[in-house]
Nanobody, 125 residues
Framework: QVQLVESGGGLVQAGGSLRLSCAAS????????MGWFRQAPGKEREFVAY????????AYADSVQGRFVLSRDNAKNTAYLQLNNLKPEDTAVYYC??????????????????WGQGTQVTVSS
């Protein structure tokens, strides 16, 4: 029902920043909550961040709180994940996800209705 395409990943040195984008198409963007997840080599997928329909509520994993900022621009059908003060342990494929019905607690369970293809973030020390 909605397609999600991530972009903005790349190679960055520790302490640097990146901004990831998640462009949505195919449905009304504001009808979906959004989440970001990541999967590091050899590890399972983990929750990163959540944002509500209009951006009024946001939540972050403890490992990224204070460093990452999730925002959305419904007029542009795009969600953003600003990655600041990156650490080597942040290296992972980052995925955005969307759900038309559920929110934070659902994403914490690593559940979402729609998923993007992922974008690689590599942080060197």
């Amino acid at each position: 029902q909605v397609q999600l395409v991530e972009s903005g990943g790349g190679l960055v040195q520790a302490g640097g920043s990146l901004r990831l984008s998640c462009a949505a198409s195919g449905d009304t963007f504001s009808s979906y909550t959004m989440g970001w997840f990541r999967q590091a080599p050899g590890k399972e997928r983990e929750f990163v961040a959540y944002i509500s329909y209009s951006g009024g509520s946001r939540a972050y994993a403890d490992s990224v709180q204070g460093r990452f900022v999730l925002s959305r621009d419904n007029a542009k059908n795009t969600a953003y994940l600003q990655l600041n003060n990156l650490k080597p342990e942040d290296t992972a494929v980052y995925y955005c996800a969307a759900d038309k019905k559920y929110g934070n607690s659902y994403y914490r369970q690593l559940r979402a209705e729609y998923w993007g293809q992922g974008t690689q973030v590599t942080v060197s020390s």
